[in-house]
């Protein structure tokens, strides 16, 4: 009897213990991941960096990768978010992989209590990166409802006819808003978006960047295009007519994913658009983000030799949690 005692205040000392250790840790893990700012301006917040397959990607046991897997802060796919204070709502650009992180980021900026759905989300094209997070809105995740979401007219039919998205229209998880080129849309008074029209892989849907206008600063957003000289538009015009500018930079240079043919996945190497933008004035180059990071591009680690050589050119590397007021 006296041993059965015992073994019973042992094990619960010992449950204790661990729960206490357990209690400690998580709080820990609070202390070390705060949570993000409340913003009281127009805002614009990187919420995401790298290409669509994530970081690490599938199947890469590569040293690009091998240190990436035991890491417990996750580095999301590239989206960008807009806070507007003034009439409590905000945006999302993409429906990436890691919508759900990504949308309990955009309701922390905006001091929401609860994890809310944003007032709308702008797509950029049918990559995997970019659209596939529109299936957490569904039936079997929050089953929201009707999220608006913005589409060029490719994508929209894409959506409506091609299940599993068809059911997210049928349902009203989400109503798609039709996008025109170089149509200008209004948010609030102070906040405008406008989609244009870019060349890249169209296997299913057009591809779009965005004009985003604040009150006082415009951007530019360009995850995806083929080559800069593919644009039947200037993108050193382009620049000089805003304030900054994300532009994509899925790949460092020719060659880095060597089981692959580049020219099947094309997009401008960042060595590319440095050689292009050398002359550029330097407040001009300042304005420059590069994001879009594939696990292979060198600038997707920190402190690395191209990531230093890049910004002493005067060039910036966007990076998640990245506030532009606008």
């Known amino acids: 009897m006296v041993l059965r005692v015992a073994?019973?205040?042992?094990?619960?000392?010992?449950?204790?213990?661990?729960?206490?250790?357990?209690?400690?840790?998580?709080?820990?893990?609070?202390?070390?991941?705060?949570?993000?700012q409340i913003l009281s301006k127009t805002s614009l917040v990187v919420l995401g960096t790298v290409?669509?397959?994530?970081?690490?990607?599938?199947g890469c046991s590569q040293k690009?990768?091998?240190?990436?897997?035991?890491?417990?802060?996750?580095?999301?796919v590239t989206s960008l978010g807009l806070i507007e204070p003034v009439t409590n709502s905000s945006f999302l650009f993409e429906a990436t992989p890691d919508i759900k992180l990504q949308t309990k980021k955009l309701s922390d900026y905006i001091g929401h209590d609860t994890i809310e759905m944003p007032n709308g989300i702008f797509l950029t094209h049918g990559h995997i990166g970019h659209y596939?997070?529109?299936?957490?809105?569904?039936?079997?995740?929050?089953?929201?409802?009707?999220?608006?979401?913005?589409?060029?007219?490719?994508?929209?039919?894409?959506l409506e006819n091609n299940g599993p998205w068809s059911q997210l229209v049928e349902i009203n998880n989400i109503i798609i808003n039709p996008l025109e080129n170089k149509i200008q849309i209004?948010?609030?008074?102070?906040?405008?978006?406008e989609p244009f029209l870019v060349p890249h892989r169209a296997e299913f849907t057009e591809t779009v960047g965005y004009k985003i206008v604040g009150p006082n600063k415009t951007g530019l957003f360009i995850p995806d295009i083929?080559?800069?000289?593919?644009?039947?538009?200037?993108?050193?015009?382009?620049?000089?007519?805003?304030?900054?500018?994300f532009l994509d930079a899925t790949f460092y240079k020719n060659g880095e994913v060597g089981n692959r043919d580049?020219?099947?996945?094309?997009?401008?190497?960042?060595?590319?658009?440095?050689?292009?933008?050398?002359s550029l004035e330097a407040s001009e180059k300042a304005k420059i983000y590069f994001?879009?990071?594939?696990?292979?591009?060198?600038?997707?680690?920190?402190?690395?030799?191209?990531?230093?050589?890049l910004t002493k050119l005067g060039f910036n590397i966007a990076e998640e949690g990245l506030v532009i007021e606008l």
């Open 7 to 36: 073994y019973i205040l042992s094990f619960l000392l010992l449950l204790y213990s661990c729960n206490k250790k357990r209690t400690i840790q998580n709080n820990a893990d609070l202390e070390e991941n705060p949570k993000s």
């Open 51 to 58: 290409q669509d397959a994530g970081y690490p990607q599938i």
């Open 64 to 76: 690009c990768c091998i240190n990436q897997w035991d890491l417990q802060q996750k580095r999301c």
């Open 132 to 158: 596939s997070g529109l299936m957490q809105l569904g039936r079997e995740a929050i089953n929201a409802k009707s999220v608006p979401v913005y589409a060029m007219p490719k994508l929209k039919s894409y």
């Open 186 to 193: 209004s948010l609030s008074e102070n906040l405008k978006v």
């Open 226 to 245: 083929d080559k800069w000289q593919k644009w039947d538009t200037s993108i050193e015009d382009e620049i000089k007519k805003v304030d900054f500018a």
């Open 262 to 278: 580049m020219s099947e996945i094309p997009h401008p190497f960042v060595e590319e658009s440095v050689e292009r933008f050398k």
């Open 291 to 309: 994001i879009h990071f594939n696990h292979t591009n060198p600038l997707i680690r920190t402190k690395s030799n191209e990531q230093i050589e």
